[in-house]
């Protein structure tokens, strides 16, 4: 099913989930167990982070270099069949821009199509990776791009003209930034862009974490303004430990609000973070439900103790 007839059908609040793969040579059972975890709470979808391949040069023994390609978490695609055909629930693969060429993109979602998974994140993905001049088009810059590839092979428009070419049925959720994402100048033209990968074809979107449900709302009256009518999924994560304070924000570019800030800071160890990471999570939760949100999407990676206590509290099965 796709997310967008979810979204539409659903009566009741509900969540979702985003997972890492587990790092090159990790244990599948850690994603098993994740997953087990959340059964009794029936998220409806799960998201797959996806990451582009690392270069790295190797030193050999005759002084030259040897150049390596390696993902520091394979596997996105394989959990996705795991999550659809072993647990019944849609997994949503990340695409990425950055890190990739049209034509492996094509590739990845040829793939994706024969295993039956017909939902996809269209991201632009992570910065370090070193972005192509703007006349290469072999590449997509911009998550909107991004959307057009998808879109046009569900119109069954390949990179290659093809006899027969058949159509692909892929749903399409982008991420929109409550904060603005940190390379626009603005908040105003990351909602135009917003609004643009909406007119490329996109059916939902979810938000990059945040920790104060104002900055949600006001994005929210922000893009109805500016004609965004698909969707737009709050994005929650609970606070876990004292360096969240530090990498949350290096990471992700959001803010953490000073009431936050000073009760972690004064906190004696992680356990007391824990407990007011979910105090905080849970009036979020609870006040965004009070404004009729009905899809609470929570960055978890593989560690879901916090959330299966926050559902605890929550009630929503």
């Known amino acids: ?71 520091r978490s394979p596997g996105t695609f394989g959990l996705c069949a795991v999550i659809k055909y072993k647990y019944g629930i849609e997994p949503v693969p990340h695409l990425l821009c950055h890190g990739f060429t049209r034509e492996e993109t094509e590739d990845a979602l040829i793939e994706l199509h024969y295993l039956g998974v017909e939902n996809v994140m269209a991201l632009q993905g992570e910065e370090k990776y070193a972005r192509p001049p703007r006349t290469d088009r072999t590449v997509n810059h911009y998550a909107v791009e991004l959307v057009e ?9 390949y990179l290659d003209e093809l006899t027969d070419a058949q159509p692909t049925n892929f749903c399409v959720g982008v991420a929109a930034y409550p904060e603005k994402h940190y390379q626009a100048p603005n908040l105003a033209f990351d909602i135009a862009n917003l609004k643009r990968k909406q007119d490329a074809g996109a059916s939902y979107a979810i938000t990059q974490m945040f920790l104060d449900n104002r900055l949600y709302y006001d994005f929210l009256e922000r893009a109805r303004a500016a004609g965004i009518h698909i969707p737009i999924i709050p994005g929650l994560k609970i606070l876990t430990k004292k360096e969240h304070l530090y990498s949350l924000p290096r990471s992700f570019h959001i803010s953490i609000p000073e009431p936050l800030a000073h009760a972690i800071t004064n906190a004696q160890n992680d356990a007391e973070v824990l407990e007011i990471g979910l105090e905080w999570a849970y009036h979020q939760a609870m006040d965004l439900l009070a404004h009729g949100v009905k899809n609470l999407h929570f960055y978890t990676m593989l560690y879901t103790k916090p959330l299966l206590r926050l559902m605890q509290r929550l009630k929503l099965d």
């Open 1 to 71: 099913m796709h997310i967008a007839e979810i979204l539409a059908y659903e009566s009741g609040p509900f969540i979702s989930v985003e997972i890492i793969p587990p790092r090159r040579g990790g244990s599948v059972q850690q994603v098993h167990a994740a997953v087990e975890s959340l059964l009794p709470h029936r998220p409806r979808y799960i998201n797959i982070t996806s990451h582009a391949a690392e270069v790295v040069w190797q030193e050999q023994p005759d002084g030259t270099f040897r150049r390596r390609v390696k993902r």
């Open 149 to 157: 590839q998808i879109i046009n092979m569900n119109h069954g428009r």
